[in-house]
């Protein structure tokens, strides 16, 4: 079950632009704070946390909200 969750994940991720994307994975996956997923995509950290909250929404959408 869980590997199979693991590969609806992967392919919601897929169907996401590629900004969501990456700060999905830097502060979900790599568990950077805030203020390093902003520097490493070169936006402030206010634009970075509405980035991310923006990708969650939508990859909740994708998966049916069943994240």
Do not use: C, H, T
């Not at 997923?37 to 923006?54: H, I, T, Y």
């Amino acid at each position: 079950v869980r590997r199979d969750n693991e590969l609806r994940l992967v392919a919601a991720l897929e169907k996401l632009a590629p900004d969501y994307q990456e700060v999905i994975l830097l502060r979900n996956l790599q568990r950077l704070p805030f203020n390093e997923v902003a520097e490493k995509m070169g936006r402030s950290r206010p634009a970075a946390q509405m980035l991310w909250k923006r990708a969650i929404d939508k990859l909740r959408e994708v998966m049916g909200g069943e994240l």
